[in-house]
């Protein structure tokens, strides 16, 4: 017990920080993901073939390539990628991009990937009847989509994306490889220096299970609120 | 683009796809052997055996499948009594504590498909195989683990998947796996994009035939015929 002592003595405040980080990057991670799954659903359900097959090749990529390569990628090629872009505005000064950035947006592409087919999914139950119901109501594009089939979509929505929010979580651990301190990262290093692997990464274990079992409450209360007039 | 590079490292990485196919067939045998009974045990009216089987698919399913590979690797050589046992010939090597840690992560998720399997089966067909006489075993093995299996294919064929990708982990634990030869040749030549076209061609392509032969079995099997 004294291992998790807060202060010098202990690793407890650095495990605090690390879970918190691991909340932050998650988050993060999920938010970048909506906003390409913002930007390919719309392509996916797009009737131009072309446009379809741009989304069809993120999401079967993404889904069929393990998660690590795809962090390799963007952590070995991330830098290179921007300096790019940089030095076709002029700017050729070395840039090094934070590993948080990185880490979440690594993480954030792959959960996008998952979020679009959920969302495509979701607007492809909605009965038709209510697009045309809108259409008579005299909405207009905006009107359609934000008051008629986005709360819809989000009601059927809601138990997939909490689906794939445990996957990010989880997958978060993985950005320990590019030394984000997150929790993984942190029992890593504590469990080195202290030389008691099996403790520290159980007590990952457990922490883990906590943000899991706690955000599984939080989604439960959101799908109940969604669901309201069912 | 360097092409050079790609058709070099191309065998390279078709040679660490075997491991790859190693660590994933044999952990998805051992796994679904695993599932089978946890699945069993959860239908179990017992209720402490059933909440057993749940709280290890609980734990499996919410931790990272990292965390699993790093207690098992890293922690279990801690116990000094482990290493004074016949386990510790296994245990010592990456190669089965990776294969241990798969098995029971794709366990605890088989057991949950096959056990929402047996829970969808009709209870009517275990009624006319009773009321022709069958006895309680041969019902079990020939009625209701045949309809389990066709159930759980569609979920099944995705828990291939996902475990196929989460063999990718055992490059942490210094197996020379697909990914790790990708990332060993990623930082040795710092050419990403290069190796992971490569990389996650061949990873594609062990989806699309995992995809396709799991689609071939569905349609073998459906009800219909």
């Known amino acids: 017990m004294e291992l998790l002592a807060f202060g010098d003595t202990g690793w407890g405040d650095e495990l605090f920080y690390a879970t ?33 097959l741009i989304a069809n090749s993120y999401t079967t990529v993404i889904r069929g390539v393990p998660e690590l390569l795809v962090i390799y990628l963007l952590f070995f090629g991330g830098t290179g990628a921007v300096m790019y872009v940089a030095s076709i505005f002029g700017y050729n000064e070395y840039i090094e991009i934070n590993a948080f950035i990185t880490g979440a947006f690594s993480i954030g592409i792959i959960s996008g990937a998952y979020s679009t087919e959920v969302f495509r999914g979701a607007i492809q139950s909605i009965d038709k009847g209510q697009f045309e119901a ?39 651990s993985l950005i320990s490889v590019t030394g984000l301190v997150e929790i993984m990262r942190q029992s890593y290093i504590a469990a080195g220096s ?17 943000l899991t079992f706690l955000s599984m409450k939080l989604i439960n209360k959101l799908e109940v609120r969604y669901s309201r007039g069912y | 683009m360097d092409i050079e590079l790609m058709v070099s490292s191309f065998p390279k990485l078709l040679g660490a796809t075997v491991i790859t196919l190693k660590l994933l067939s044999v952990s998805l045998v051992i796994g679904l052997f695993i599932g089978l ?94 009321s022709l006489g069958i006895s309680n075993k041969i019902i079990f093995y020939k009625i209701q683990i045949p309809i389990a299996i066709r159930q759980s294919l569609p979920a099944y064929g995705n828990e291939i998947i996902l475990m196929m990708k989460g063999t990718s982990l055992a490059s942490t634990v ?34 699309f035939i995992i995809h396709n032969v799991i689609k071939y079995l569905e349609k073998k099997y459906s009800f219909s015929q």
């Open chain 1, 20 to 52: 918190l980080m691991t909340i932050a990057v998650a988050i993060t991670a999920m938010l970048i993901g909506f906003l390409f799954a913002l930007i390919f659903t719309p392509l996916k359900l797009s009737k131009n073939k072309f446009l379809n």
């Open chain 1, 194 to 210: 202290t030389r008691d692997p099996l403790f520290f990464y159980s007590f990952a274990a457990v922490l883990y299970l906590l």
């Open chain 1, 134 to 172: 809108a259409n008579v109501l005299g909405l207009n594009k905006f009107g359609k989509f934000f008051k008629i089939i986005l709360p819809q979509t989000l009601r059927l929505a809601i138990p997939n994306l909490s689906n794939v929010w445990q996957i990010t979580l989880k997958d978060t």
């Open chain 2, 37 to 130: 009974i946890f699945a069993i045990l959860r239908l179990n009216k017992n209720i402490f055996i059933s909440r057993f089987a749940y709280g290890y698919s609980y734990i499996f399913r919410g931790t990272p499948l990292l965390v699993q590979i790093f207690i098992i690797y890293f922690g279990l050589g801690q116990i000094e009594y482990l290493r004074s046992t016949v386990l510790w010939v296994i245990l010592k090597e990456p190669y089965w504590c990776a294969i241990i840690a798969f098995a029971l992560n794709t366990g605890a998720y088989t057991s949950e498909i096959l056990r929402s399997a047996f829970q969808t089966i009709k209870p009517g067909l275990i009624e006319a195989g009773k």
């Open chain 2, 174 to 207: 210094t197996l020379m796996d697909l990914t790790g030869v990708a990332k060993y040749i990623i930082s040795t030549t710092f050419k990403p994009v290069e190796v992971f076209i490569v990389a996650g061609g061949i990873y594609l392509f062990m989806t």
